[in-house]
């Protein structure tokens, strides 16, 4: 049998309404240990929901993985690589490949007959995943992209069409400058997407990928490159050096160089400013630990000094120092053990909360997103918890060694 367990339960479930320090104390314990935990669980949820989201729609307009003419790179210009159905398959059956896709990109004018605006055009085939664009439909239909002869369908974001004055269905002529020379073309709007980043929103459009191909004058099996989804984001890197190896400074049959980038070389900028965010999360982690701490001990010492009577007690009947202070650590984890179920329950609620009503609204000219997103992580939960519960006995250690300069003798007449 546990003797300093079973005591630290008797504590535990004591109704003594003598104690009229300690009772206020363990409350002040146990809320400081919940809201520390549920203010944990609510950060790292926004970070997760918050660098996952802007990560898949970077993914969602670049892929995980694209492959490019090396001259592209070099120079602003568009360079063409031909991407052979050879090629294609060959990296399709790569290690951790899910999906190999074509695009093709050109510049162009829109123009309307009260504005105009400078815009890039991606073609894109009917082998390109479009589930992205999809999710972010916000009127129209998503047009049926295809590589062969086209009949000019564009898909615009919510920016431009408000730029422009413009809406699904209706028909806008496109201005394209090269060679000396000025070539129009008539797209009709099929749909209108919107992701809030401003980078995309402002300068992507889409149509058939036939379209930019003709425009810049390329070959038919010529294009700007061929963008790759990997099965596993956290393994990017290994299938990136598949690609670099077998890929990466061969040449096409036009003399090009293949060449390959991740989304993180494509976009820098984008994944430096969301590796920041850890940094806040371990600050507010810190904190609230450091705050669950500093009440647990502070608690821990007014039981103590109330109980001082107990102690010598239980000292004087021949029970040691050591199970002593493992009597009141055991009572701690009651009181720990209360708090983290309230912050679990604060902490989850509010998530869940936020993730079926989008109750907290931001600004997306800032954030990028409407909404607060928050991500749910069971493995990181209960790492939190078991970190919290672990630290705060840590902290606890030494405040509990107070119990050894307890004299049984004098403790018999303290009030």
Aim: charged letters at 20%; hydrophobic letters at 45%.
């Amino acid at each position: 049998m546990n003797l300093p367990l079973f005591i630290a339960r008797r504590i535990n479930g004591s109704e003594d309404q003598r104690r009229e320090v300690s009772r206020p104390a363990i409350r002040i314990a146990t809320i400081g240990v919940a809201i520390g935990l549920a203010v944990m669980i609510v950060t790292v949820s926004v970070v997760f929901g918050f660098k996952h989201t802007i990560r898949d729609k970077v993914v969602g307009f670049g892929s995980h993985i694209q492959i490019q003419n090396w001259m592209t790179q070099q120079t602003a210009s568009p360079a063409p690589i031909s991407f052979s159905d050879s090629l294609y398959t060959s990296i399709q059956k790569m290690q951790g490949v899910r999906h190999v896709e074509r695009f093709a990109l050109t510049q162009g004018i829109l123009k309307t007959d009260a504005d105009f605006l400078g815009v890039g055009f991606k073609g894109i085939g009917c082998d390109y995943d479009v589930s992205f664009l999809e999710k972010n439909l916000v009127e129209g239909e998503m047009p049926k992209f295809t590589s062969e002869k086209s009949d000019y369908p564009l898909l615009i974001s919510r920016m431009m069409a408000d730029k422009l004055h413009l809406k699904a269905g209706d028909r806008v002529y496109a201005y394209f400058i090269g060679n000396n020379d000025v070539r129009a073309r008539k797209f009709t709007i099929k749909g209108i997407y919107q992701t809030n980043m401003t980078q995309f929103d402002q300068t992507l459009c889409f149509t058939d990928l036939s379209v930019p191909i003709k425009l810049n004058g390329w070959f038919p099996d010529q294009c700007s490159g061929a963008e790759i989804l990997v099965e596993d984001f956290d393994r990017i890197d290994e299938t990136a050096q598949l690609i670099v190896e077998h890929v990466n400074r061969n040449k096409d049959k036009y003399g090009e160089i293949y060449t390959s980038q991740t989304i993180y070389d494509a976009y820098p900028h984008v994944f430096s400013w969301l590796s920041l965010l850890d940094i806040n999360v371990w600050i507010i982690l810190v904190l609230m630990v450091a705050v669950a701490g500093f009440t647990m001990i502070s608690g821990l010492l007014i039981i103590i000094l109330e109980r001082t009577q107990m102690i010598g007690i239980l000292k004087a009947l021949g029970m040691r120092n050591p199970m002593v202070r493992h009597t009141f650590l055991w009572f701690a984890v009651f009181i720990i053990g209360r708090g983290l179920l309230w912050g679990n329950i604060i902490g989850i609620g509010v998530v869940l909360l936020q993730q079926y009503t989008g109750l907290i609204h931001l600004d997306p000219a800032s954030y990028y997103v409407d909404t607060a997103p928050m991500e749910l992580n069971i493995p990181i939960i209960v790492a939190l918890n078991a970190a919290t519960l672990l630290i705060c006995l840590f902290v606890l250690i030494a405040p509990s060694f107070l119990i050894s300069h307890i004299h049984p003798a004098r403790s018999m007449r303290y009030e």
